[in-house]
């Protein structure tokens, strides 16, 4: 019998009617199947939560942020459990600590560090629907710990590769994986299958239908995913291994990102450990840096570009004015007003002139490269924001893109 | 260095801003003593978690509904722990399942079985307050329980008993016990002290202010309770094992209760076996009832009363009509419209004539008394609803009683 793990996001179950309707979802497939079932909090709740705990405290202690933030999905699991036995199916709900989901301590964004499935295993045998809470587990000094962002995906995945269950389902608002954002894009098509590598360069890319670490995940284990609409009964699409014919299409998919900003420093001296040393003092504020571009230096000097969430770069730029002065560069100067557009695809390894095309495609349309970064399977250009759409169509065009979506 | 449980209802931490009340309050006693504090659901948080259930199923699974309930306290005790960091003081906060209290599987009214206090013990070595969910436990198939109703009163002695404890402090909205309830007697006063016995009269006698529950474990156990009130400071009342001088004072309280109903069976032949036959069919609708009264027979005949919950009444008479008539008695009937009066008080043992001095005092006030029934140190009346009031003001005043409250 194969054994299917199905997870549902937030939206999906957001008050009793959704609850209800997904337990109608989860009956339609059970028949034949042994069915693993995650969810997240009820719409809302993690927000209402979140506000809740800054009313009481201005900082609250990471701790007991994931002890209260756990409960979200623990209401779920239950209501949901309830409206399947109310349709006349076995079900029983689990919280992280019941299908003995162990992470590390690493309060609020916890990795999972083992599970172990005997639990869950005994309710399927036992002709039960498994529910079980996302997003959550318990560390080895038996903490509640949550996984971060994206974290119900990830519980989907990693049960789905503890069980070795035949595919991850992930119902989500959005239908599957599209070649462009259709709301850009009107003639973007669902792609019918994408590989781990090329879903990961769109999940961090912008295209927001999967955390990057799930599909890490699920490359690591080789556990299939099925992006699906929670909404509508047709297949979505599936991220699996690269498989035979993926690479006879060059550009899989282009995606734009709108949510960065663009920092350089400018006549940094060009010698050993300045990089560290910049690097370095934007690490110890937290922030993540995307993009690192640095020119070859001209007479002992150069520049260094990169981008970075926006809403991190005000704390990046005061950091780096004072890196700047200590290692006597010219100064710092940012910009907001960017996009990154790629493209991505697993045919890039075995087709030459695919990045000279590109830049040709927004020279044409008169768009200026700001930076340049490349992987084996992408290609990404950071331009002025206001042609991002431009950019996203006309690349979409030159590159026939959806031409072999249902590859 | 004393060490103090301090239980906090519902009504306490209904919101954002008391739950920072409440933790100013436990921060201004935490000077020089250990303490463990044991929070309910905010608010009406448990009423709309049984709301959401009954939305998704006509008849939610015990086991979900706990899994679901639970969550309620979750939230407080995650919140609590914030709002006292935020006071600069340490604070962790424990789930039922951290506190490793255990409980039989008997799901929504389990009983506490064991509480094994090495954690609790830890964090308070470490000077932390340790914050508990009241009201839930695990059992031992690690299913998480809750305890029913007062729950919450239940955990808090019950960690009290388990940590040897100085006192149980349960705040509630009241300021202590009364000699009668306030609203109905204007001169009713505050009690310094009331012994278990007599707390265990009042309590399943109608003053709303502790369940029977914790009573009987306090007494079990020893445990000091001392009820008072959240949003006043000034000490309440100790609910302790009876001590000299006590019954000195021959009623310590006047109670009424009308949330009841009387149900009679007229004519029932008397022969052994009869009473069985008449509450075994009772006890199968899941009724319990609380006073039962059979006259002495006639000609081979007696009548049968007693009293149950107001809401329990029609399930129970539909079913004593059945054996009505297999047992051959003439018929049942049945008043809603009535009211439980007792006095209370464990003078009582060493004090003759208190039965015929209540009887003549409402007697007095035209009051026809129904159903008698008599402990050692209570005696309740059942009288038409309509004299309730009258009839405890006339027995507050005639035992003159709250003259030796502070005693």
Excluded: W
Excluded at 67 to 92: N, S, Y
Excluded at 172 to 178: I, L, M, P, R, S
Excluded at 215 to 244: C, I, M, N
Aim: glycine share 8%; with cysteine; hydrophobic share 45%.
């Amino acid at each position: 019998m194969a054994l299917v793990v199905q997870k549902y996001g937030g939206s999906s179950v957001a008050d009793d009617e959704k609850i209800r309707n997904v337990a109608r979802r989860v009956a339609a497939s059970a028949p034949g199947r042994e069915l693993v079932v995650v969810v997240s909090a009820m719409g809302k709740t993690t927000d209402h939560l979140v506000g809740l705990a800054h009313q009481v405290s201005p900082a609250p202690d990471p701790r007991e942020m994931d002890m209260l933030l756990a409960t979200g999905e623990q209401v779920t699991i239950a209501l949901l459990a309830m409206a399947l036995q109310a349709l006349g199916l076995r079900a029983r709900s689990f919280t992280g600590f019941q299908a003995a989901i162990r992470t590390d301590r690493a309060h609020t964004r916890a990795r999972i560090t083992q599970i172990t499935t005997e639990r869950v295993r005994q309710s399927l045998d036992a002709g039960e629907i498994a529910v079980v809470a996302g997003f959550q587990g318990l560390s080895d000094e038996d903490e509640i710990t949550t996984l971060g962002r994206g974290g119900s995906d990830l519980t989907a995945v990693a049960l789905a590769a503890a069980l070795k269950a035949d595919v991850c389902e992930i119902y989500t608002d959005v239908d599957g994986v599209y070649t462009a954002d259709p709301a850009v894009v009107p003639d973007a098509k669902k792609l019918a299958r994408v590989s781990y590598d090329e879903m990961l360069e769109m999940a961090s890319l912008g295209a927001k239908v999967l955390q990057s670490r799930s599909v890490e995940f699920a490359k690591k284990y080789g556990v299939t995913v099925h992006v699906r609409s929670t909404f509508k009964p047709d297949p979505g699409t599936l991220v699996t291994k690269e498989e035979q014919g993926m690479e006879e299409v060059v550009v899989t998919g282009v995606t734009h990102d709108r949510s960065q900003a663009k920092i350089s420093i400018l006549r940094v001296p060009d010698r050993p450990g300045i990089a560290a040393q910049v690097f370095g003092a934007i690490a110890t504020k937290n922030v993540v840096v995307d993009m690192i571009v640095q020119n070859i230096s001209r007479d002992g000097y150069t520049d260094m570009s990169f981008t970075l969430p926006r809403g991190d770069h005000r704390r990046a730029v005061t950091a780096l004015e004072e890196v700047a002065r200590s290692i006597g560069a010219l100064g710092v100067v940012h910009d907001e007003r960017v996009a990154k557009v790629s493209i991505v695809g697993v045919g890039m390894r075995s087709h030459g002139g695919v990045a000279s095309k590109m830049f040709a495609t927004l020279s044409k349309e008169g768009i200026n490269i700001q930076m340049i970064s490349t992987s084996e399977i992408a290609i990404s250009c950071v331009i002025e924001d206001k042609y991002a759409e431009l950019a996203v169509r006309a690349l979409h065009d030159a590159f026939e893109v959806g031409k072999g979506a249902n590859r």
